[in-house]
């Protein structure tokens, strides 16, 4: 069994983004800069925000954070999306989810201007990915991506079981899946909360994409022996034995998952690393497309 570490790989892509920026530095070019709005005060959304500043300061971007009271209107957002759309000087920004319930969370991804759109959820950045052309791909699912194919595992041919359907993990997977090329070319089967007899797919599966958050809930024996497992899911749940009160569960029972499989990606340390340093290969390349017009 090999162990997925998309904290050692997210690390390799942060130094081979560095090596880049540094060269734009020594030619006088402009860095990539990104901007992040977070609206209100969710403690996970700011931890989450303060690591994607991070994370530019590491690389070499710019990086700006813009914070907003949890009672602003979708208005006032509104206006702040068309300042960001119009400023030269950002290449990338992106808004923090979830957004307080007076706000319209499609209308203001629909706002982004594409160009700048560096987590990949406006619409047209989701058909440019649907028919395999040049576009942001969503930061979690092209970490995925990017895991498969530096760890090589094989995907022609194989049946990948997605669980899940968001628009942000679960649908784009199963297209990205099935698509011409590596990683891809394999027969997808997007299952769902209404999908029947669901541990009879899972145990046909090759591969295996888990983002439900529902800690431990594909167990060893929902698994065949020598699947590639992919958890997504992330789930703060309560354990009094450690100091912080919680610990970080994905969907698969790591335990007795990990005893049957070939790969395997740890929670935390596998996807969630991989999604920030997505983020910011999306900020490279929105700033050399700037660039290039």
């Given at each position: ?7 050692k ?5 942060k130094?081979?983004?560095?090596a ?5 530095k ?13 609206v209100?005060n ?29 009672t ?9 999306i068309?300042?960001?759309?119009q400023?030269d000087?950002?290449?990338g ?5 979830p957004?307080?319930?007076q ?16 987590d ?9 990915m ?14 995925i991506?990017?895991?498969?194919e ?5 995907t ?43 541990a ?14 529902v ?11 020598g ?11 309560a ?47 929105a ?7």
């Open positions: 069994m090999q162990i997925l570490d998309g904290k790989t997210a690390e390799d892509i130094n081979e983004i560095k880049q920026v540094d060269i734009m020594e030619k006088g070019e402009k860095v990539p800069h990104l901007a992040a709005i977070i209100g969710d403690g996970a959304s700011l931890t989450y925000v303060g690591s994607k500043v991070k994370a530019c300061e590491r690389v070499g971007f710019e990086s700006t954070l813009i914070k907003m009271p949890s602003t209107s979708e208005t006032e957002l509104l206006k702040k068309t300042e960001l759309n400023d000087t950002i290449d920004f992106i808004i923090q989810l957004l307080p319930i706000i319209d969370t499609q209308k203001v991804l629909m706002a982004v201007d594409p160009t700048k759109d560096v990949g959820f406006h619409p047209e950045n989701f058909g440019k649907a028919l395999d052309m040049t576009t942001f791909i969503p930061a979690t699912p092209f970490g991506l990017e895991l498969l530096r760890y090589e595992v094989e022609k041919g194989k049946h990948t079981v997605v669980i899940g359907r968001s628009h942000i993990v679960g649908r784009p997977m199963s297209i990205l899946m099935g698509r011409k090329g590596f990683p891809g070319n394999s027969t997808v089967t997007l299952t769902h909360s209404f999908t029947k007899n669901i009879q797919i899972t145990t046909q599966a090759d591969i295996i994409i888990t983002a439900l958050g800690p431990n809930y594909l167990k060893a024996e929902m698994v065949k022996d699947a590639v497992i992919i958890d997504v899911g992330i789930t703060r749940v354990d009094e034995t450690v100091e912080k009160g919680y610990r970080i569960t994905g969907d698969v029972d790591f335990e007795n998952v990990s005893k049957k499989v070939s790969h395997i990606t740890p929670v935390p340390g596998g996807v969630g690393p991989m999604t920030i340093a997505m983020l910011l290969k999306n900020t490279l390349l700033r050399e497309q700037r660039r290039c017009r």
